[in-house]
């Protein structure tokens, strides 16, 4: 069995992250915007033998507060604990900077990842109409 890791993105990740990009999003983000996260310490995959989700956290526009930018996990390995795990990663990379705060915006038609959210501590702080090219956004945030 190979080891489990969480660790930084490279660029041979990149097609992989971006096939489970598409079996997420009904508007996926394209590689170029994956690989201009590559130099940000918070774009991270989760690797069992291969890589099966990642996540990217960054900061508010502000830089008052860190923000998950994205996260996804492939759907074939969902409901196994891995988008908590890399979670739980990005709030100690969060901390490590310092940060005591995290945001994040989602579609409001993603119940799903609202649940998601909310049993990871995260409540509603807001909704941005036209958010999204095809959708609103809920604002959500928690303590870290
Ligand atoms: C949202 C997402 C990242 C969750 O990934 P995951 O690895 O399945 O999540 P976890 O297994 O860590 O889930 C932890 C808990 O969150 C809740 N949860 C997760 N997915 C859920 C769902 N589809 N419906 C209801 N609750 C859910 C559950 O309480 C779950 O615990 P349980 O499985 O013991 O009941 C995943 O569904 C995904 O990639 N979705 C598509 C991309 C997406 O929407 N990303 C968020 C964009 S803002």
Partial sequence: MKDIVI???ELP????????????FEVPWP??????Y????GFVVY?????????IVGTSEDRTRSHLQSIAVHKDCRR???????????IDLAKLYGFDRMTL???????????FYS?????????????????????????I
């Fill in 7 to 9: 660790r930084r993105a």
């Fill in 13 to 24: 990740d990149i097609p992989r992250v971006v096939e489970i990009e598409e079996c997420s």
């Fill in 38 to 41: 590559l130099n940000n310490p």
């Fill in 47 to 55: 690797e069992n033998g291969r890589i099966l989700g990642y996540a």
């Fill in 80 to 90: 196994q604990g891995i988008a908590t795990k890399l979670l739980d990663w990005c």
């Fill in 119 to 143: 049993e990871n501590g995260f409540k509603v702080e807001g909704r941005i109409d036209g958010y999204y090219v095809d959708d609103n956004a809920i604002v959500m945030g928690r303590d």
């Fill in 105 to 115: 915006e989602v579609r409001e038609k993603n119940v799903d990842a609202q649940l």
């Fill in 31 to 36: 590689d170029f915007l994956f690989k201009a």
